[in-house]
């Protein structure tokens, strides 16, 4: 069931480079004439904010980017608005201008790529690790000086698990529960559990002609299997070493069921109510769970429980969840990122308008205070704390906050 090891950095890894589009110009990275803000963020002495961006050339419309991501882009990194890093991007240099394969991860940016052969992992530019198969990084962590890598299979089915490049674990038909799109989430699916390292998937295969369900749980090297007591499952996770599982029965679809450790909780009742993609997540000793209500074809509710029953239901807005110490962050705006509100499960504050708000690593939570990178139109990005902002004129657009201590 589960496939063998690969060497990584493989002679097919080591081949010359499948071209796409077109060629890099010979201006390099030359075109972008970045006009840092004179601003200081009033930021705690011992913190830095860390922003990661990516710049397009002055005179490229990257929002409709008629060259779908082939083009002379760079990826940055700025310290508290000074920028401390660029990273050139295109198809020479193995690393794409799409958000979603750059993330910033201790200090440094992480960038994934794939040629239709083979994926290719780099950090700040330079080459870490490459691996068999077109894959999307679906959790990253980083345990002492040991990265782990989790990238799932672009076709849908299949992943595999890498520590320091090596691989560790796969599956050729598994699928893992989360991704590095997740607000509640750094690290994405691959998380820490009482200081076990842990990701759950599943596996369908045939047997006797009929499709059937494995739900797993990797942790610390060892795969343990689970009864999931549901048909169709949103979400496993382990928190506190506990086993959470939220799903439904299709003989009874509009009941979500919450299963910890083998016994049930009823979080809907019988009445209509069509939720779906439904997301486990632990804040403090708090373990939520986060559904979203269809109401329309185009709008839907989010709908927060507990295992006590409903917390908090938010009507036709986009939510983003942040863990802040014991308590949860709360960010909502409109369905285009405007409109935008700032606190918490309990209360949110508007300050006015910011910018948009285009992504959920755009946002963190540090010291009980939030952080966000909001997009300024085509001039750039604006990082805000307290009603302090920092703007950088860029052509191009902000992809991850991050706040460190500094040692």
Known sequence: MFAAAVTVLTAACESDFLEFGRPRSDGGSQGHKEKVDTTVTKTLPDTAVWVTAVAFPEDYNWGIDSLRGYNDAVIQLYCNGEKKLSIPAGD???ISSHEDMNRYLNGAIYS???????????????????????HMISGMLMQGDTLWTLASNRKGKGFILLKNGNEEFS?????????????ISKTGALYESQGQLCFCFYEEDKVGGFKKKTYSIWKDGKVYQVDAQVEEVDDIRVCDGRVFIVGRNPSDRDIVRLIIDG???????TRNQKIGNCKIFQVGETVYVRGLEYVT??????????AGGLVKRII???????????????????????????????KQDSYGYMGRFVSPRCATYFDGKPYVAFQWGTEGFVTWHNGDTTK????????????????
């Open 112 to 134: 994934d790529w794939y040629d239709g052969h083979n994926t290719f992992l780099q950090k700040n530019g330079q080459m870490v690790a490459c691996w068999p198969g077109q």
């Open 92 to 94: 020479n240099f193995r």
């Open 171 to 183: 599956s050729e038909i598994g699928k893992v529960y989360g991704d590095m799109y997740d607000s």
């Open 392 to 407: 950088v004129n860029i052509n191009g657009f902000a992809v991850s906050i991050d706040v460190t201590v500094n040692k």
């Open 316 to 346: 036709d807005r986009k939510c983003y969840f942040y863990p802040n110490g014991s308590e949860l962050g709360l960010i909502e705006c409109d369905w285009v990122g405007r409109e935008v509100t700032i606190g918490s499960l309990k």
């Open 297 to 306: 074809r185009k709008t839907s509710n989010t709908v927060i429980w507990t």
């Open 263 to 269: 016994s049930q909780k009823l979080l809907t009742g």
